[in-house]
């Protein structure tokens, strides 16, 4: 999907600079060809030399040497996207009020390319109403936006305006020359996350679900034109672009949701359900009496919504569930398949690192067989899972 697409690489300002010159690799690694700008800011953190050595072209840095050519023409005219990263608060400022003061800026108010931002700032910079409205912005002009992840910082804090990895930001540049309109026209229903059911006031059952595979999913099913209807628990990254997001906590309240969100003709269930859940919640905190032994509590089952949406009238003629196991993972996924109902079940292993991490490694089940896919970043196995969505074209 890369090879010979002409990509510009426009680098500002921010410590995260350096995993662009990763993120060159990856894409010269699939046959692009790079070009970049480097603007004032950027240069404070990787040099000219190392972005030209990894992207195989000069780098280009001044406005006025550049003019001699119109070179900011030149190269907006060249490029077949345009990728700002990392974005940082400024250059979205200069973005939204359009502002051409520096060859990046002439470039971006010249280009005919998609616009691909992928920011990164630190996280109180990026909540704020200033930036957030600079982002909406932008993305109602047709900007593509790509993160912020959620992570430590350069700075000792944590939280929202992290650079997404190179291999996310690979995934959304090649997003933007994928075949567009796939699915487009049909609804698809996806469930992320976790669910947390409540003990008492302050304390839940739950899991370690991130939700970064479900909402990957969801964002690969919008990329190909479906409209999309994400049900998510409580999870702590960025909701995807162009996707209609329910946020719930419960698995009752999941299931209700994704029945309120039906008629569709595709529904992924990727969320980390609680099979259980207290069957009787305290209403005040459970206190612990020094000498007493610990409470006992009776659980009752959840419902099954994957099973649900299988056996429901108003089914989805393509319904995919997930098979989150730690032993036997293929007999289990099987059984499963049967069991609920469901077309297709994702199988993986979730005893290393896979829940809350940012790789998969998935087998697809189906009632034609096995597919083994390799281990991946999660964007990339969303892809992957939608481009056999499309292919089977419900």
Not at 4 to 23: D, E, M, P, W
Not at 24 to 30: D, K, P, Q, V
Not at 69 to 90: C, F, Q, T
Not at 247 to 265: F, H, I, K, S
Request: hydrophobic share 50%; aromatic share 4%.
């Amino acid at each position: 999907m890369l090879r010979g697409r002409r990509i510009l690489l426009i680098v500002s300002g921010s410590v995260a600079a350096y995993k662009v010159l990763i993120l060159a690799r990856l894409l010269r690694a699939e046959g692009a060809e790079l070009r970049a700008v480097l603007t004032a800011g950027g240069a404070r953190f990787v040099t000219k030399e190392s972005l030209a050595a990894i992207t195989g072209a000069a780098v280009q840095d001044d406005l006025w040497a550049a003019e001699a050519e119109i070179g900011h023409i030149r190269l907006a005219r060249w490029a077949e996207a345009v990728v700002v990263a990392p974005a940082s608060a400024n250059r979205l400022a200069q973005m939204a009020q359009g502002l051409a003061d520096d060859l990046a800026g002439c470039v971006l108010l010249a280009t005919r390319a998609p616009v691909l931002v992928a920011p990164a700032m630190n996280p109180a910079m990026w909540e704020h109403p200033a930036t957030r409205a600079n982002i909406a912005l932008l993305a109602a002009r047709g900007v593509r936006v790509a993160g912020p992840d959620d992570g430590p910082m350069a700075e000792p804090e944590s939280g929202p305006g992290r650079l997404v990895e190179p291999e996310a930001l690979r995934a959304a540049i090649a997003a933007l020359f994928a075949p567009r309109g796939l699915l487009a026209g049909r609804h698809a229903l996806v469930t992320s996350g976790p669910t947390q059911e409540p003990i008492d006031p302050v304390r839940y059952i739950a899991n370690r679900s991130s939700g970064r595979q479900g909402h990957a999913i969801a964002a690969a099913l919008a990329a190909e034109g479906a409209r999309v209807t994400l049900v998510t628990g409580p999870v702590a990254i960025p909701d995807p672009p162009g996707v209609s997001v329910v946020r719930v906590t419960t698995a009752r309240e999941m299931l209700a949701a994704c029945e309120a969100a039906l008629p569709a003709e595709i529904a992924v269930c990727a969320a980390a359900v609680a099979d259980w859940r207290v069957a009787e919640e305290a209403g005040q905190k459970l206190k612990k009496t020094p000498g007493a032994a610990a409470p006992t509590l009776a659980m009752a089952l959840n419902p099954d919504i994957l099973a649900t949406l299988s056996r429901h009238a108003r089914r989805p003629r393509l319904v995919i569930g997930f098979a989150a196991e730690t032993e036997h993972v293929l007999e289990h996924a099987r059984e499963k398949l049967e069991r609920k109902g469901c077309d297709w079940i994702v199988a993986n292993d979730v005893s290393g690192d896979v829940m809350g991490g940012e790789e998969n490694a998935v087998h697809l089940v189906t009632r034609q067989g096995v597919e083994q896919w390799p281990r991946m970043p999660k964007a990339r196995v969303a892809e992957q899972l939608v481009a056999r969505i499309a292919a089977f074209a419900p």
